[in-house]
C-alpha cells in the first residue's frame, strides 16, 4: 500500500524542529519535565526523612543518592499530586507537540467545521482552505484523556507480547506506533485511533518498524548526552541535573518530529490512493 522513507522522515525531523513553535514546546516540555522530576525528588527527599526518623529499613532505599538537587520541602502527598499534575501536563504538551510538527494536523482536524462540502465518515478533510484552521489547544482535554487510555491499554499489549517471545510484542507496537497520531490530529476514540493505526501500516509493516527503530536510537542517543552533562556537572548537580532535563526534552521533540513525518508520508499516500479510486463502484475496486 503506501510507502514510507525513513531517510526523508530524518531529513524533515530537522527541517521541522526548527520552526519557532516547535522551539516554544521544546520550551513547555523542559519545564513540565523539570517540575516532574522537582515532584519525584520532593517525594522520595520526604520519604526518606519519615524512613529515618521512624528507623524503619525500607530495602531500596539505602540505594538512593544522599542529595536530591531539585527535592524541595513538601510532604510526600504534595509532591505526589505535584508529579501526577505534570506528567498530564506532559501528555498534554506532547499531543500540542505533535499538532506543531505534524504538516497534516491543521487540515484535517476541524472537519465537521467545514464551510464548504459534506463530512465523510471516518475521511479527514484534505482542503485546507475549506476547513477552520483549528488551534493548537482545540479539543486538548478529550486528546490528553484518550491518549493516556492509549497509552496505559498500548503498554499491557505490548508488554504482554515482549513476555511472549519478544517478536508478538514488536509487532503490536509497529501496528499502534501511529495511534497517538490519530489522537492528536482527529476527534477518534483510542480504539478508532488504534484501528486506523493498523490499517494505515498495513503493507508498510517493515519501513514503519524501521522508522520505530530510529526514533528510539535517536532517543537514547541524544538523552545520553543529558547523562554526560550531568557527570560532568558533578560539582554542580542543580545545572547537571537541569541540562538532563533539557537533553530529554529535545530526545522527545525529535522522536515525535520524526514520527510526525512518517505518519504525514503514509496519510498523503493513503489520501492520493483514496482519490485514485474515488468515483469507482466499490465492486470494481481490486
Do not use: C
Not at 177 to 183: D, I, K
Not at 227 to 251: D, M, Q, R, T
Request: proline share 4%; no cysteine.
Amino acid at each position: 500500500m503506501a510507502q514510507l522513507s525513513v531517510l526523508t522522515a530524518i531529513d524533515e525531523a530537522f527541517e521541522r524542529m526548527s520552526d519557532r513553535r516547535a522551539l516554544t514546546v521544546l520550551g513547555g516540555l523542559v519545564v513540565v519535565q523539570a517540575l516532574m522530576l522537582v515532584g519525584l525528588q520532593s517525594q522520595l527527599e520526604a520519604q526518606r526523612a519519615f524512613i529515618e526518623d521512624e528507623e524503619l529499613f525500607v530495602p531500596g532505599f539505602e540505594t538512593l543518592p544522599d542529595e536530591f538537587p531539585l527535592a524541595v520541602d513538601l510532604s510526600v502527598g504534595v509532591a505526589t499530586a505535584l508529579w501526577l499534575a505534570m506528567l498530564i501536563a506532559f501528555v498534554a504538551l506532547s499531543v500540542v507537540a505533535f499538532r506543531v510538527l505534524s504538516e497534516r494536523a491543521a487540515r484535517t482536524r476541524g472537519r465537521e467545521d467545514a464551510a464548504d462540502g459534506e463530512p465523510v465518515d471516518g475521511e479527514p478533510l484534505l482542503d485546507p482552505t475549506s476547513a477552520e484552521q483549528p488551534g493548537w489547544n482545540d479539543g486538548l482535554g478529550r486528546a490528553t484523556l484518550s491518549a493516556v487510555a492509549a497509552a496505559f491499554g498500548g503498554s499491557l499489549l505490548v508488554g504482554l507480547g515482549l513476555a511472549l517471545f519478544v517478536v508478538p510484542g514488536l509487532v503490536v507496537a509497529t501496528a499502534l506506533a501511529f495511534t497517538h497520531p490519530y489522537l492528536a490530529t482527529e476527534r477518534v476514540g483510542p480504539i478508532d485511533a488504534a484501528r486506523r493505526s493498523v490499517e494505515l501500516t498495513r503493507g508498510s509493516w517493515l519501513r514503519v518498524f524501521t522508522l520505530l527503530a530510529v526514533i528510539v536510537l535517536s532517543f537514547l542517543t541524544v538523552s545520553s548526552l543529558g547523562a554526560v552533562a550531568l557527570a560532568a556537572l558533578e560539582s554542580s548537580p542543580l545545572a547537571g541535573e537541569l541540562a538532563n532535563v533539557a537533553f530529554s526534552s529535545l530526545a522527545w521533540l525529535f522522536a515525535l518530529a520524526l514520527l510526525a513525518s512518517g505518519f504525514d508520508q503514509l496519510e498523503a499516500r493513503r489520501a492520493e490512493e483514496d482519490e485514485k479510486w474515488a468515483g469507482i463502484d466499490d465492486e470494481l475496486l481490486p
